[in-house]
Structures are given as structure tokens and as C-alpha cells.
């Protein structure tokens, strides 16, 4: 994540048809979500002050987000936010190197001096 900020309430709002997790730290955030134009706004208070990622894995597994289409708004929002563990790849083996080639043989010029030019 990139900041430490902390949430004391979390939960869904709907906006322009697309269902988005959403975070504050007062639960009268759902009237400023109402007036911008957020339908079917869900918030919770939680426990504690946490961090986004807690907060949405808390909501996961409470009543009010139990139906299909806040599970998969929460899921989704974990599966983007969750920090990748870097995978070690495999190291290629690693090739001989290969031997300098040698320079190409030249024929020995010889000075002819009947020769022209």
C-alpha cells in the first residue's frame, strides 16, 4: 500500500452501476456518498482503526456482505490490493562460453616487382 492511513468504517456503495469498496472514518460518510449520486451504500463500523486491506478482509466475512455481489466486490478489491510476493524464477542454466574464434588465416602477400601496380 502505498500510505498507512487508518479506517474505522468500511463497506460498498454503488456508482454509476459499478459496485466499488469504500473507506472513511466516520459512519456519516453515507450521506456524502448519497449525495454524490452512491446507491445501495453499505458501511460498518469496525473494531479498530486498520488499514485498507484489513479493513476489506474484515467486511468479507461479515453478515451485511454476505450476499454474492458484495463477496465479489470485497474479493476483487483483495485480489488487486494484495502485494505480489516477488517469485524467484528459476535460473537459466547457464552456457559454456563459447571459445573466440579464431582470426581467419590471410594469404602472405608477396611483392612482385614485374608486377604493375
Do not use: C, W
Amino acid at each position: 500500500m502505498a500510505t498507512d492511513k487508518l479506517f474505522s468504517v468500511a463497506g460498498i456503495s454503488k456508482l454509476n452501476g459499478e459496485y466499488k469498496v469504500r473507506f472513511a472514518n466516520d459512519i456519516m460518510r453515507i450521506k456524502v456518498l448519497a449525495k454524490h449520486g452512491h446507491e445501495d451504500i453499505r458501511l460498518a463500523d469496525l473494531e479498530k482503526s486498520v488499514s485498507k486491506l484489513e479493513a476489506a478482509k474484515m467486511i468479507l466475512s461479515m453478515e451485511d456482505f454476505a450476499d454474492a455481489l458484495a463477496q465479489a466486490t470485497i474479493t476483487e478489491y483483495l485480489e488487486d490490493k494484495t502485494p505480489k510476493t516477488a517469485v524467484k524464477a528459476k535460473a537459466a542454466p547457464v552456457k559454456a562460453t563459447a571459445k573466440a574464434k579464431a582470426p581467419a588465416k590471410t594469404a602472405k602477400v608477396v611483392e612482385d616487382e614485374d608486377a604493375p601496380f
